[in-house]
C-alpha cells in the first residue's frame, strides 16, 4: 500500500476519535515511526505530508539522516543507552523515552539547545516496558531543574499490545492524570502540555484520551517483512 492510501485512512480514525471526544483534529501530530523500514519509504512518507519521523535505534535514525538530513522533524521514540546520546542529539528535535537522571544528565551535557523531551512512564506496570513508575514521576520531574537544556514538553507512555481495549483505555487516560500534575506545578522548565501516547493498533483509544502525538508505523508506512509490497 502506498503510505498517502494508509495515510488516508488513518485520518478517517483520528477524525471519528476526534468527533467521539470533541477533539480538534489540529491538536494531534502523527510522528511517522520509519524504524521497520527504508529511507525511500520515508521519502516517501514525507511526500504524503508527514513531516514528522519517529526512530529508535541511533544506528537507523543516522542512516536516515544521511538520506533526509534535517528535512524532516525527527523523533526518538525508543530507549536510550547514556553513550548512544552523543550520536543523536545534534540530529534529533523530540526525545520521548527520557526515564532516568543519568540520561537528562548527559542530554543537557551534549545538546546545544534545550531539547523537547518526554518523560516515558510505565502505566501498564508490565516489567518489559520501560519508564518511571507513575508515583515516581513528579519527583523525577522536579529534580530536573539543574538542566537548563531539558525542556519537559510532555508525557509518554505504551500500552500493553495484547489487552483488551478497558486496560489500554486506562493506561492512557491515567498519563493524562499525570500530565495535569505536572502542568499544575507550573515548572518553567516542564509547561508538560503533551501526550505522545498511541500506535498503530490503539491510537483511536489515545486520541480520545487526550494524545497530542501519535506514534504509527505499522499501519501507516509498514514493517520490515511487507515493504516488499509497495
Ligand atoms: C515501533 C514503535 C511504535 C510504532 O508501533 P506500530 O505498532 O508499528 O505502529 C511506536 N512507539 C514506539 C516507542 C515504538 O518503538
Redesign the pocket.
Same mark, same amino acid.
Given at each position: 500500500m502506498k503510505v498517502a492510501e494508509n495515510l488516508e485512512l488513518i485520518e478517517k480514525n483520528i477524525e471519528e476519535a476526534c468527533r467521539k471526544s470533541g477533539r480538534n483534529r489540529d491538536e494531534i501530530t502523527i510522528v511517522a515511526?520509519t524504524?521497520?523500514v527504508s529511507a525511500e519509504r520515508a521519502k516517501e512518507a514525507m511526500k504524503s505530508g508527514l513531516l514528522h519521523l %519517529?526512530e +529508535?535505534r541511533d544506528e537507523g535514525l543516522n542512516e536516515k539522516w544521511e538520506v533526509l538530513g534535517d528535512e524532516p522533524i525527527w523523533h526518538f521514540? %525508543?530507549s536510550l543507552q547514556t553513550r548512544k546520546v552523543k550520536n543523536i542529539i545534534e540530529k534529533v528535535d523530540y526525545i520521548?523515552?527520557l526515564d532516568r537522571s543519568s540520561l537528562a544528565k548527559e542530554i543537557d551535557k551534549r545538546a546545544g539547545k534545550p531539547i523537547n523531551c518526554f518523560v516515558q512512564v510505565n502505566t501498564s506496570g508490565e516489567e518489559s516496558k520501560h519508564g518511571l513508575a507513575p508515583e515516581e514521576t513528579l519527583d523525577f520531574i522536579k529534580q530536573l531543574d539543574k538542566f537548563k537544556n531539558i525542556n519537559i514538553i510532555g508525557l509518554m507512555t !505504551?500500552a500493553p499490545n495484547s489487552t483488551g481495549e478497558k486496560v489500554i483505555r486506562k493506561c492512557f487516560s491515567d498519563l493524562k492524570g499525570l500530565q495535569l500534575k505536572v502542568k499544575e506545578l507550573d515548572l518553567e522548565y516542564a509547561p508538560c502540555t503533551e501526550l505522545s501516547m498511541g !500506535?498503530? +493498533?490503539d491510537y483511536g483509544i489515545a486520541i480520545e484520551e487526550g494524545a497530542t502525538y501519535i506514534?504509527?508505523?505499522?499501519?501507516?508506512v509498514g514493517?520490515a517483512e511487507n515493504e516488499l509490497e509497495v
Open positions: 515511526v524504524k521497520q %519517529g +529508535n521514540i %525508543g520521548h523515552s !505504551m !500506535m498503530s +493498533n506514534r504509527i508505523g505499522t499501519s501507516l514493517a
